[in-house]
Every structure is written in structure tokens, then in C-alpha cells.
């Protein structure tokens, strides 16, 4: 402990608190059920509080023609991949009760109203909005509702983890006003696979704290097992999400940038000990002491990198991913002059690889019944030269 760190300091660092893990496995599972357990299994051994899930449907997500993807199988339509992870609702349920047969909690992720609405029916422990949804409105807007009927119920509503990477403070600000702040948790997170772990400006867990009122925490992509996870606890990081996987050389989409099983135990072992540091000294010195040994492990220079300013702006490795990985409206089909446009017609998705961007999901409403004013072409972005209002 530095005996010369300032008393005052006690009153500007974060509050000590416990740091609760999530293994995110995505879908990692491949579509197999007996993958998922083993790797439930896994995550539960390491020592995780909760797992948690992506519900995919492709056409939730992307247009058909959005590119390709390079895997180790070879190159493959981006739409297809998200095709082959696709699952019935039974999968997610049987993955539910056995995360709670094992003693974890059950966490997933929607991408649009449908899998919001599968997910809500087998009563998650908690909703995660992922960093690419941050500004899908419609879905934000029923899972509001879902939340207020809860409420008028006489029910908490559903706990609700929202990721922040590849955004701008009024990007978080928008979906925390539909969402509301009551059982939220922010994780502060860098939209790049893997994620730098010199640009993750691990102080943002406390300005986002401080600005929006709600528990914070870190998703972290970067590709060591201690250093963001460690720096983010100091910070008075409440979670700590990082994708898990039974093997870095899978086919996942995320598996190379995972976890394998024994260096997600050497992460919560990590976290662990934070949280025993802070419990020991208390919040100020005891991030200066986990500071301490951190820039010992790892040097002075690149500790205080990762730390970085606390100052909210889009990472260098996520800049050119916004826009694109964010949800905007898309034509679904090639459409022409003079048409009026269909709910059907229009698509809330990732732009991803080739396509175009359109207009926010904000603009559905003003998008659907208005008529055409040129030929348009199917997924390509909504602009808003290609309608006329209704």
C-alpha cells in the first residue's frame, strides 16, 4: 500500500463492492445441447456466478446480402453463419434450468421482438441488451413495457444488463430514457474482436456510473485473463462479462477471442482477490493497492493506458465499426418509385460488411406508410431521400 496516497482521493475513487462474473457463451454451443452443458459445466468450475446466451435469428439481425466472413472452414455468407446457430426456444429453456440445476444464474441475449419475446416467456434472471442493440428501439420499447407491466403487477421488473460498446454517451442516454434505470447495469465495453486492452479506458466505469445513476461494470473482448477484469474491479466494476469457450481453435464466431476453461478460473481468481483487496483496505486504497500490483505484473506505461482518461469517446478499434455494427433500417426487398412502404418492408439491423447504413431504428414509424420517390434496392439503407412522409 503507498502510504503516500492522498486521504482526499478516498472521496473521488469508486465505492467497494462485489464483482459478480458472467460467462458469456454465446454461441459457442454450435447449436448442440450437449456442447452447452459442458460448457455450463465449465464456466460453473471456474467459479462463475452466471451464464448467459445469445438467442439468434438470423433474419433479426442481418440482411442476406450483408457479406461474407472468413472462418477456418472457409468463407461463408455472414447471414448463413447466423443461420446454422439457430436453435428452438426449448434449446434456451433447457439451458435455463440446467445453469440453475448447477447454481448459476440464466442470462441471454435477444436481437429483435421475436427472441425478446421467446426469452421473456422462459423467465430469464436477467436481459441483455448487447452493444449492437443499444439503439433498437422497437425492442428496447416492448421490453419497457414488459418491465411496466411487471411493475403494475406488483412484480420487480426484469433485470436488464446493457453493453455500451461502439457508442456515444447519448447513444447510452437514449436507450436508458426507454429503458429506465430500475434493476439496469451498464457495462462499459470496446465493440473489437479481440479488443485492445490498451484502449479500453477502464476509468469509464466510474464516469458512467456517475453520469447515468446505475451499477457499472465491464464486457471485456480484450484477449488477457487479468488485466481489464482486475483494473475494472478497482474501479468499482459490479460485473464482469468475458466470453468463455472450451477451445480457442473451435469454429465459433467468438471462440478465438475466448476464455478457455482454466484461464476464465484464472480470471475470477483475479477478480476474487480484488475484491478481497477492497474489502481489506476499502475503496480508495484499495484501488491505488490493486493499481500497485497491477503495474508491477504489467508495467507502469501500459496500466495506466488501459485506465486512459475516463473520458467517453469510441475506441480507435471500434470507430469504423460505428454505424455499421449498430442497428439502423433497412430495405428488405428491392422496391419501386411510387410504392408505400410496408412494416414488412423494412428491416431494424447490423449494417455489417458491404451494405450501406440507413436511418436510426428512431424513424421506423416515419419510415412505414410513407411512399417512395425512387427505385430502391433490397438491404440496401434507408435514406431519407428515398421517401416522401406520409
Not at 43 to 56: C, E, I, L, N, R
Not at 289 to 297: L, P, S, V
Request: one cysteine or more; a negative charge.
Amino acid at each position: 500500500m503507498n502510504s503516500d496516497f492522498p486521504p482526499d482521493a478516498l472521496n473521488t475513487l469508486p465505492c467497494y463492492t462485489v464483482c459478480m462474473v458472467v460467462a458469456e457463451i454465446g454461441t459457442s454451443h454450435g447449436g448442440s445441447f450437449e456442447k452447452a452443458e459442458k460448457l455450463i459445466d465449465a464456466a460453473v468450475s471456474a467459479g462463475t456466478d452466471a451464464v448467459k446466451f445469445q438467442w439468434v435469428y438470423a433474419d433479426e439481425i442481418l440482411h442476406p446480402d450483408t457479406g461474407f466472413v472468413q472462418l477456418p472452414g472457409g468463407k461463408i455468407r455472414l447471414y448463413d453463419r447466423f443461420r446454422q446457430l439457430e436453435v428452438p426456444p426449448d434449446f434456451y429453456a433447457h439451458a435455463a434450468e440446467y445453469a440453475r440445476t448447477n447454481g448459476v444464474q440464466f442470462i441471454c441475449s435477444p436481437f429483435g421482438l421475436r427472441s425478446l419475446h421467446e426469452l421473456l416467456a422462459i423467465h430469464p434472471d436477467a436481459v441483455k441488451i448487447a452493444s449492437p442493440e443499444l439503439n433498437h428501439f422497437p425492442m428496447l420499447t416492448a421490453l419497457a413495457a414488459f418491465r411496466a407491466q411487471q411493475k403494475k403487477n406488483g412484480q420487480p421488473p426484469v433485470p436488464v444488463i446493457v453493453s455500451s460498446g461502439v457508442s456515444k454517451l447519448a447513444d447510452i442516454e437514449n436507450a436508458l430514457t426507454v429503458l429506465g434505470t430500475e434493476n439496469v447495469t451498464l457495462l462499459h465495453c470496446i465493440t473489437s474482436y479481440p479488443a485492445p486492452e490498451t484502449e479500453y479506458n477502464v476509468r469509464l466505469v466510474g464516469t458512467l456510473r456517475n453520469i447515468f445513476g446505475v451499477p457499472c461494470g465491464i464486457s471485456d473482448h480484450s484477449l488477457d485473463p487479468v488485466l481489464v477484469p482486475s483494473l475494472a474491479a478497482a474501479m468499482g466494476s459490479v460485473m464482469t462479462e468475458k466470453h468463455i469457450t472450451l477451445s480457442k481453435a473451435a469454429d465459433g464466431l467468438d471462440d478465438p477471442v475466448a476464455l478457455e476453461p482454466e484461464q476464465f478460473a484464472q480470471m475470477i481468481h483475479a477478480v476474487d482477490q480484488c475484491d478481497a483487496v477492497l474489502g481489506h483496505y476499502g475503496s480508495g486504497l484499495g484501488t491505488e493497492e490493486i493499481i500497485r500490483q497491477m503495474k508491477d505484473e504489467y508495467g507502469a506505461g501500459k496500466v495506466d493506458e488501459v485506465l486512459g482518461s475516463g473520458v467517453k469517446t469510441l475506441a480507435p478499434a471500434e470507430r469504423a465499426n460505428y454505424g455499421r455494427t449498430n442497428r439502423s433500417l433497412h430495405f428488405m426487398r428491392a422496391m419501386k418509385a411510387g410504392e408505400a412502404i410496408r412494416e414488412e418492408d423494412i428491416g431494424v439491423l447490423r449494417t455489417e460488411k458491404v451494405l450501406t447504413p440507413g436511418i436510426s431504428p428512431e424513424y421506423l414509424e416515419t419510415v412505414v406508410g410513407a411512399r417512395l420517390v425512387r427505385d430502391v434496392m433490397g438491404g440496401a439503407g434507408v435514406g431519407w431521400e428515398d421517401f416522401i412522409a406520409k
